[in-house]
């Protein structure tokens, strides 16, 4: 582990119990080009509304977050709870955003990357769309696994291509929990930045579309994808939102009330 590439000492706190990172986009993406100069193996996570609930709800789920070496302040009721705990000036670091400032200094620095996860139209036009953008950005490779679990045949043949691609980043959209279980499982295996990025893929690959700014200023990009995908994220959203709001309501009262933040 490089102290250089780790920057300054960490500062993480508790939202509804799960481990959230106090930091900025500009100490993140040091500390990851830090990592990537130096094949280290890290994980980086992002925890929203819907993460958040579930390292409540799933042991496995939660140690993987717990291991993160960076686990990110995704969701805009995530970083405010961070703002009421005391951390005034922190902000959302939204995926997206992070996986377009990641990818700008892959190509300056000339960082190989491997785009993991994905249908392959996805997986098609997002390189496309990325070698538009970035001209110089150097794709290593890319794969898009079954929606199954892999056996284990399945995982050594995915790893070893990753390996031989030699990929410093490793950008992971098979949606949560299942890309932070992966990470989890190939820290240390996988010398390279793992990013867990969920629906990411889709925004920039244009198979999704994203919420407008301004939604996304007033924390209501979850309400622009509830309206877009109401089936599939109507009770997911429901569920997890309604669990979040009363866990934020114990958490900030049992801080007035000086007992326990988590």
Excluded at 9 to 22: E, H, I, K, N
Excluded at 38 to 57: D, I, K, L, M, Y
Excluded at 170 to 178: E, I, N
Excluded at 190 to 209: E, I, K, N, Y
Aim: glycine letters at 8%; proline letters at 5%; hydrophobic letters at 45%.
């Amino acid at each position: 582990m490089s102290a250089a590439a780790d920057g300054p000492t960490r500062t993480r706190t508790r939202v509804l119990g799960a481990p959230v990172d106090v930091t900025d986009r500009a100490a993140v993406l040091q500390r990851i080009a830090g990592w990537a100069q130096g094949r280290e193996s890290r994980v980086v996570c992002f925890s929203n509304v819907h993460a958040v609930v579930t390292q409540r709800r799933d042991a496995a789920f939660a140690r993987a977050i717990e291991a993160a070496d960076l686990a990110l302040p995704d969701g805009a009721p995530v970083a405010w709870m961070l703002r009421r705990l005391g951390h005034r000036t922190q902000r959302r670091i939204a995926g997206p955003d992070l996986m377009q400032d990641v990818l700008a200094q892959a190509a300056d620095a000339g960082t190989p990357v491997f785009l993991l996860g994905g249908t392959p139209d996805t997986l098609a036009r997002l390189r496309t769309r990325l070698r538009q953008r970035w001209p110089a950005l150097q794709l290593a490779g890319d794969a898009s696994p079954p929606f199954r679990a892999l056996d284990e045949a399945e995982d050594a043949a995915l790893t070893a291509q990753i390996r031989a691609s030699g990929a410093a980043l490793v950008l992971v959209g098979l949606g949560c929990p299942k890309q932070e279980l992966w990470m989890a499982a190939h820290a240390g295996r996988v010398q390279a930045v793992m990013l867990g990025l969920g629906a990411a893929f889709d925004f920039h690959a244009g198979t999704v579309r994203r919420a407008p700014r301004w939604m996304q200023r007033l924390g209501l990009e979850w309400l622009h994808r509830l309206a877009s995908e109401p089936r599939r994220l109507g009770w997911r959203y429901l569920d997890t939102n309604t669990a979040f709001v009363l866990g934020a309501a114990r958490q900030l009262l049992s801080r007035a009330l000086g007992g326990d933040a988590r």
